[in-house]
């Protein structure tokens, strides 16, 4: 495809979401981000639009009763030291309501993804058979996991413990798995350790991560992340020739999401001061 077509193709997709829901709290080059509830403004996404669901939610993991009602910074955060980090809200159910309502938002993106779509999102060891069949449930057919190797500066409770040093990946597509010529076989597992300059929300996934695994959308395609948070998949997606669009709830994220697109944009990648 050249690059007039894959441009024009660019400006159809993202045109086709804002003409239902209006005008983005941010938007640059092919990268858009509105603030709002994610199964809102799911509801109102065009059919068939998107190439790939890829995010993070937040995981809601941990004990039921108080490690589920926790605030995130007691959970996610050594002695609760956020380091400037803002929180975040959604990280409050238990395992039975989170399965339903992770099916929720996963059918609402599978809806407006294209067919042989992929569909990745993030969990971790305790929440791993939940999102798997939230996944399936939603609609998309489960092909595998991808695991992700924060190395040993992951936590353990005591010596006693082997570490929980990996977070998962489940992923699937809308239908058959696409025979691809430009792209491919991709990774299934990744070692890549986290950068604290790189880490703008307490639960930050690595650029570089994100940048490995935007490659299943053809360039020039639309990635949906509907949890998009400090906006690392739209990072991602601006610097490997991808365009995307996500959802916040939170505003103050979404500034920090637009910031950090921008510099991307401009060469320049945006790194996070501690306070």
């Given at each position: 495809?050249?690059?007039?077509?894959?441009?024009?193709?660019?400006?159809?997709?993202?045109?086709?979401?804002?003409?239902?829901?209006?005008?983005?709290?941010?938007?640059?080059?092919?990268?858009?981000?509105?603030?709002?509830?994610?199964?809102?403004?799911?509801?109102?996404?065009?059919?068939?639009?998107?190439?790939?669901?890829?995010?993070?939610?937040?995981?809601?993991?941990?004990?039921?009763?108080?490690?589920?009602?926790?605030?995130?910074?007691?959970?996610?955060?050594?002695?609760?030291?956020?380091?400037?980090?803002?929180?975040f809200g959604g990280d409050f159910r238990d395992q039975r309501s989170f399965k339903y309502w992770s099916l929720l938002w996963i059918a609402q993106a599978f809806n407006a993804c294209k067919e042989s779509a992929y569909g990745l999102v993030f969990t971790d060891w305790r929440q791993l058979a939940t999102m798997?069949?939230?996944?399936?449930?939603?609609?998309?057919?489960?092909?595998?996991?991808?695991?992700?190797?924060?190395?040993?500066?992951?936590?353990?409770?005591?010596?006693?413990?082997?570490?929980?040093?990996?977070?998962?990946?489940?992923?699937?597509?809308?239908?058959?798995?696409?025979?691809?010529?430009?792209?491919?076989?991709?990774?299934?597992?990744?070692?890549?350790?986290?950068?604290?300059?790189?880490?703008?929300?307490?639960?930050?996934?690595?650029?570089?991560?994100?940048?490995?695994?935007?490659?299943?959308?053809?360039?020039?395609?639309?990635?949906?992340?509907?949890?998009?948070?400090?906006?690392?998949?739209?990072?991602?997606?601006?610097?490997?020739?991808?365009?995307?669009?996500?959802?916040?709830?939170?505003?103050?994220?979404?500034?920090?999401?637009?910031?950090?697109?921008?510099?991307?944009?401009?060469?320049?990648?945006?790194?996070?001061?501690?306070?």
């Amino acid at each position: 495809m050249t690059r007039k077509k894959t441009a024009a193709k660019k400006h159809l997709q993202l045109d086709s979401v804002k003409k239902r829901l209006g005008k983005p709290f941010f938007e640059s080059k092919g990268i858009a981000i509105y603030h709002g509830d994610t199964l809102e403004l799911s509801s109102q996404l065009p059919a068939n639009t998107f190439d790939a669901l890829i995010t993070d939610p937040p995981y809601c993991s941990g004990a039921p009763g108080s490690a589920v009602m926790a605030d995130p910074s007691q959970k996610y955060c050594q002695s609760g030291k956020t380091l400037g980090r803002p929180s975040f809200g959604g990280d409050f159910r238990d395992q039975r309501s989170f399965k339903y309502w992770s099916l929720l938002w996963i059918a609402q993106a599978f809806n407006a993804c294209k067919e042989s779509a992929y569909g990745l999102v993030f969990t971790d060891w305790r929440q791993l058979a939940t999102m798997t069949d939230a996944l399936q449930a939603g609609g998309f057919c489960f092909k595998g996991l991808i695991s992700w190797d924060k190395g040993g500066g992951a936590r353990a409770p005591h010596k006693g413990y082997f570490r929980h040093q990996c977070e998962y990946i489940p992923w699937g597509t809308k239908g058959k798995v696409p025979r691809l010529i430009d792209r491919g076989p991709f990774a299934g597992s990744y070692s890549i350790r986290v950068s604290q300059p790189d880490k703008h929300h307490m639960t930050g996934k690595p650029t570089q991560l994100m940048q490995q695994l935007v490659q299943c959308v053809p360039p020039g395609g639309l990635t949906f992340d509907p949890f998009c948070g400090s906006g690392t998949t739209l990072v991602a997606s601006a610097l490997e020739g991808r365009s995307a669009i996500g959802f916040e709830v939170s505003e103050q994220y979404c500034e920090i999401a637009a910031q950090r697109v921008k510099a991307a944009q401009h060469g320049k990648p945006l790194h996070f001061q501690k306070t």
